[in-house]
């Protein structure tokens, strides 16, 4: 599942203005490389929509079916907010309405090693 946390107005190349979805995925529990600490966060990711303002507004909150999952594109660089530190990426986060099984999530997680699984 997936939850509506806000939109955005967006200008397409020719002119007209269009809303996009804020989605943002549940909370996992990721590693830290630097502290080997574990902390929290949640994959978000946007999407396009053909809804006005009003209804972007009201579907804050709405929980979706689906998940938010990583793409490999051409790299950018991308500027961190926080500390203004420019890194350059090659993936971006999309989303797929159709949910996942939890073990589809472990075959299909682009870390999975199979030695690590116990039979």
């Not at 507004?57 to 530190?85: H, M, V, W």
């Amino acid at each position: 599942m997936v939850t509506v946390t806000g939109y955005k107005e967006c200008q397409a190349k020719d002119g007209h203005k269009f809303f996009s979805l804020n989605l943002q995925g549940g909370v996992e529990m990721v590693l830290s490389k630097g502290t080997g600490q574990f902390y929290a966060t949640s994959k978000q990711a946007t999407i396009t929509s053909t809804f006005d303002e009003k209804t972007c507004q009201a579907l804050i909150g709405t929980k979706l079916p689906g998940k938010i999952f990583r793409i490999t594109c051409d790299p950018y660089e991308f500027t961190n907010k926080e500390s203004g530190e420019i890194i350059t990426l090659n993936h971006r986060w999309a989303y797929d309405p159709n949910e996942a099984t939890s073990l589809e999530e472990v075959v299909y997680d682009k870390e999975f090693k199979p030695e690590t699984m116990a039979f």
